[in-house]
Structures are given as structure tokens and as C-alpha cells.
């Protein structure tokens, strides 16, 4: 079943005085996947976002959400839409449900208790609903902020570095309630500079640099599908690596690991030829590049 497209950005363009802030950035989101926007702190995501959501303006492109266009239907636009900015604010002295309640009663479209109560227990706050916010951990006023957020069950969800300060605790039940909104069909948009976060969340990757859009696509080895790395652990090492290379294989010392280039899957070539020239295998594995691995390979200078 094909998803849904639930937001596309098309070439849109940022100005202050004469400096271009964001550059002709495009990239899309469909439903039940999950978008990471990456970049260094300073490359334009809380921009883009921002813009997102109508609190700054474009200067060129277009922006449509479920089809509607944010700049001639905002208010059709903006009902698809769930957000989180910055960091999330509520009422202290308030207790959860009653912060909630006060969103409801400005929802533009109606919220049964039944559907406050799924909310609930979807972020997992069923037991602290009922205790003040200024009790709160970090963690637990993320989730609110994210039950907030999708109280009038948007189709798009947008997140400015959710994860920022979550202990190890907080980060996984927010993969966990994350991975639920994506099965909902939900499409979710994240910003972080964090690789470690958005490699375990992220279907899709839009990586930004310097106010433009430097890659859009999957998060594994996007650039090239037909290629294929393996790593050979041998304790022949040597004469695993000089055959090889006899062979024409484009194959390199990785720690304890030779990693081979192939241009096509000749795995089970590769490993026949490999014992029938007595090359002991210990390990024979695919590798997959890390999103640190290709993060340092798309961008220029190597790092955040």
C-alpha cells in the first residue's frame, strides 16, 4: 500500500537583510515513516521548521500539507498538524489532564474523553496524569508535550530536538511512543543534530548544511544499492589479503577485518574461492555503514 504524502517542500528560500538563510531547500514526508531533518546546531532546522508551522515566512517555494498550501489555506493546512518548537510549555502548577484539558477546550476539532484517554496512554503518562507538571521529569514533560501535540490526531507531526537532555530511560520510551504514532500512519518529522537518536528512529534522513539541503533519501546506504561490503576475519590475514588482491578485489585491512568491495552480490563466489584456496574463515558478515560512517562522507568537512 502506498503511503501517503503528508507534507512536500518545494525550493523554499529564507532571506535576513542580504544573507540567505535557508537556499532552495525541497524534500517531502509520507505517512508512517518517520523523517530525520540533520544538521550541525546552526545549519537552519529550527528555521525550517518554523516555517513549517507559519512562524516565519518563506521567501520563495511552496509548502503543502496534505495538498493544502500553508500560504493560501493555513488554517486548512495547520489542522493536519501537531508540533513541538523549541521546548514544550505548560502550566507548573497545573496537573497534566488539566494542562491537556486546557488544549482541548482550543482544539478547532472536538476531543472526546475516550480520545484524551487513548492520547494518554499512548505517551504512557496514565500514571502521572494526575500529578502537578512541576513534578515532572524532563522526560515526562517531552511526552506530555508530544500528547499535546497529537491530541486532534494530526496526519504530521513536527519535532525541533525532542530528545535533548533525556536520560537513557527517557530516550527509549520516546523511540517506543515514536515507532507507535508511525504504526498509527502518522508521518513524523524530527530535527537533531544527534546521529546516535536518529539512526535508531529514522525510516528517511534530510540532511541540511549551511541553510541548504545537502542529501535526501534513505537512511542506509543510500548512494549506492548495487554496492556491497563485506568484512573476512581470517587468522591468515595476510594471505587472505594478497589473494585478494590477486583477484582483482578491492579489499583493505579494517582492524581485525578485511573489508572487501564488491560491485555486485558474488558472496557465495567470493567465499567458494576463499576455501578452496585453504583461506580459513572465522567471520564472514555484510557491513553496513554507520550514519556517522556516512554522514563524514556526505559532508564536506567531516563533522558536527
Known amino acids: 500500500m502506498e503511503s501517503k504524502r503528508v507534507l512536500e517542500v518545494e525550493a523554499i528560500s529564507k532571506r535576513i537583510g542580504k544573507k540567505n538563510i535557508i537556499n532552495d ?5 509520507d505517512g508512517g515513516k518517520v523523517t530525520g531533518l540533520l ?12 516555517m513549517l508551522v507559519g512562524l516565519m515566512c518563506h521567501d520563495e ?33 497545573m496537573t497534566g489532564l488539566e494542562n491537556l484539558k486546557q488544549y482541548v477546550r482550543m482544539s478547532l476539532k472536538p476531543v472526546t474523553d475516550e480520545a484524551l484517554n487513548q492520547v494518554i496512554r499512548s505517551v504512557h503518562l496514565e500514571n502521572n496524569i494526575n500529578q ?9 514533560r517531552q511526552r506530555l508535550g508530544v500528547a499535546q501535540a497529537i491530541l486532534h490526531q494530526p496526519d504530521l507531526l513536527l519535532l525541533d530536538e525532542p530528545m535533548n537532555g533525556l536520560d537513557p530511560k527517557g530516550m527509549r520510551e520516546f523511540r517506543e511512543m515514536i515507532q507507535n504514532l508511525k504504526n498509527q500512519g502518522v508521518g513524523v518529522l524530527i530535527s537533531s543534530h544527534q546521529l546516535s537518536d536518529m ?5 528517511d534522513l534530510v540532511l541540511v548544511q549551511k541553510g541548504e539541503i545537502t542529501y535526501v533519501g534513505p537512511m ?6 548495487k554496492k556491497w561490503t563485506v568484512l573476512l576475519e581470517t587468522n591468515q590475514q595476510q594471505q587472505a589479503l594478497d589473494f585478494l588482491k590477486e ?21 557465495t563466489l567470493l567465499v567458494k574461492q576463499l576455501v578452496d584456496n585453504g583461506i580459513d574463515i572465522k567471520e564472514f558478515k555484510v557491513h553496513v555503514d554507520s550514519l556517522e560512517e556516512n554522514f563524514l562522507r556526505w559532508t564536506e568537512d567531516g563533522g558536527l
Open 25 to 29: 531547500a525541497s524534500f517531502t514526508v
Open 39 to 50: 544538521g550541525p546546531n546552526g545549519a537552519g532546522k529550527t528555521t525550517i521548521i518554523r
Open 61 to 93: 517555494g511552496k509548502i503543502q500539507i496534505n495538498g493544502q498550501s500553508i500560504s493560501t489555506n493555513f488554517k486548512e493546512a495547520m489542522a493536519h498538524v501537531g508540533a513541538i518548537v523549541e521546548n514544550p510549555e505548560f502550566y507548573n502548577y
Open 132 to 140: 502537578k507538571v512541576k513534578t515532572y521529569s524532563l522526560g515526562m
Open 199 to 203: 539512526e535508531l528512529l529514522c525510516d
Open 220 to 225: 542506509n546506504n543510500p548512494e549506492d544499492e
Open 247 to 267: 583477484l582483482e578485489y578491492a579489499a583493505t585491512v579494517d582492524g581485525n577485518y578485511i573489508k572487501i568491495e564488491l560491485k555486485e552480490d558474488t558472496r
